[in-house]
Nanobody, 120 residues
Framework: QVQLVESGGGLVQAGGSLRLSCAAS????????MGWFRQAPGKQRELVAH???????NYADSVKGRFTISRDNAKNTVYLQMNSLKPEDTAVYYC??????????????WGQGTQVTVSS
């Protein structure tokens, strides 16, 4: 099992940027697909972006063109660069170590989450 620790959340004004980091330890990281999810108050947790082991990426329509997911296998770390932030991006963001198969991302181990708040 992979242990995950997120960092980089905070308070930012609309239009600003944040970079989230997720440090992994434990079982092999490079073989996992990695994902970032978010959950706003009163809403279901949603997949924001994922990156496969070879590095292919996919994004939710709501963040395309604004967010970029990347990974550094040498550092066992996955990142989420968030630009042009909007108030509706406010949520707790969770890192996930999962699998990717048949065109779908399957969630696995979760981090504890990091709060992102975007003020208008």
């Amino acid at each position: 099992q992979v242990q995950l620790v997120e960092s980089g959340g905070g308070l930012v004004q609309a239009g600003g940027s944040l970079r989230l980091s997720c440090a992994a330890s434990g079982s092999i990281f490079s073989g996992n697909a990695m994902g970032w999810f978010r959950q706003a108050p009163g809403k279901q947790r949603e997949l924001v972006a994922h990156i496969t082991s070879p590095g292919s990426t996919n994004y939710a329509d709501s963040v395309k063109g604004r967010f970029t997911i990347s990974r550094d296998n040498a550092k066992n770390t996955v990142y989420l660069q968030m630009n042009s932030l909007k108030p509706e991006d406010t949520a707790v963001y969770y890192c996930n170590a999962g699998t990717y198969a048949r065109g779908l991302y399957y969630s696995g181990s979760w981090g504890q989450g990091t709060q992102v708040t975007v003020s208008s």
